[in-house]
T-cell receptor, first 115, second 112 residues
Framework: ETGVTQSPTHLIKTRGQQVTLRCSSQSGHNTVSWYQQALGQGPQFIFQYYREEENGRGNFPPRFSGLQFPNYSSELNVNALELDDSALYLC??????????????FGAGTRLSVL | AQSVTQPDIHITVSEGASLELRCNYSYGATPYLFWYVQSPGQGLQLLLKYFSGDTLVQGIKGFEAEFKRSQSSFNLRKPSVHWSDAAEYFCAVGARGNKLVFGAGTILRVKS
């Protein structure tokens, strides 16, 4: 059984550019959630994908978008990068969308630096 | 709205000493509570979870946590800390739609 994998591990971009981060979910999981963890803070929920559809979104602007593929892997896209987008982006996979007895398993994250 | 408060930003304990990390939550329904640990430059590893039943839950690495509904707390404890426990610890509540709401974290330093 493979865990959650994210790529790339590190990324450096400049303001205004666009970035795509990738996540492969754990075997048997059909739900992927994305979180942003700014330096010195706890992770903040960006959005969740279930069966290729967005299923809930946190307080993030539309320039944060995502995709989920038939194999349940997922992408996070950020357009028009701003300095404040510099953070660790974490992907978590789980089975289903109910909070009842559901556990999210996290990848190691992608560290994005915006210059 | 759901929220989690971890009152201690930093805690320093001596190796071999006991540890308690505090967590208070705000959630209207029955909470599902989690503790995760994050080593520098790493993702989050699940230490333990509370869904229902026994209010004292055991986790990995010798950690345990106690759910106290009357105090809206879910404090993490370990009887004897090891140097390898130095990391950042996050308490989280499972909110509607299976999203997690995290506290700001507590950085644990272990002195020898």
């Amino acid at each position: 059984e493979t865990g959650v994998t994210q790529s790339p591990t590190h990324l450096i971009k400049t303001r205004g550019q666009q970035v795509t981060l990738r996540c492969s979910s754990q075997s048997g999981h059909n739900t992927v959630s994305w979180y942003q963890q700014a330096l010195g803070q706890g992770p903040q929920f960006i959005f969740q994908y279930y069966r290729e559809e967005e299923n809930g979104r946190g307080n993030f602007p539309p320039r944060f978008s995502g995709l989920q593929f038939p194999n349940y892997s997922s992408e996070l896209n950020v357009n028009a990068l701003e300095l404040d987008d510099s953070a660790l982006y974490l992907c978590a996979s789980s089975s289903g969308t109910s909070e009842r007895k559901n556990i999210q398993y996290f990848g190691a994250g992608t560290r994005l630096s915006v210059l | 709205a759901q929220s989690v408060t971890q009152p201690d930003i930093h805690i320093t304990v001596s190796e071999g000493a006991s540890l308690e990390l505090r967590c208070n939550y705000s959630y209207g329904a029955t909470p599902y509570l989690f503790w995760y640990v994050q080593s520098p430059g790493q993702g989050l590893q699940l230490l333990l979870k509370y869904f229902s039943g026994d209010t004292l839950v055991q986790g990995i690495k010798g950690f345990e946590a106690e759910f106290k509904r009357s105090q809206s707390s879910f404090n993490l404890r370990k009887p004897s800390v090891h140097w390898s426990d130095a990391a950042e610890y996050f308490c989280a509540v499972g909110a509607r739609g299976n999203k997690l709401v995290f506290g700001a974290g507590t950085i644990l330093r272990v002195k020898s």
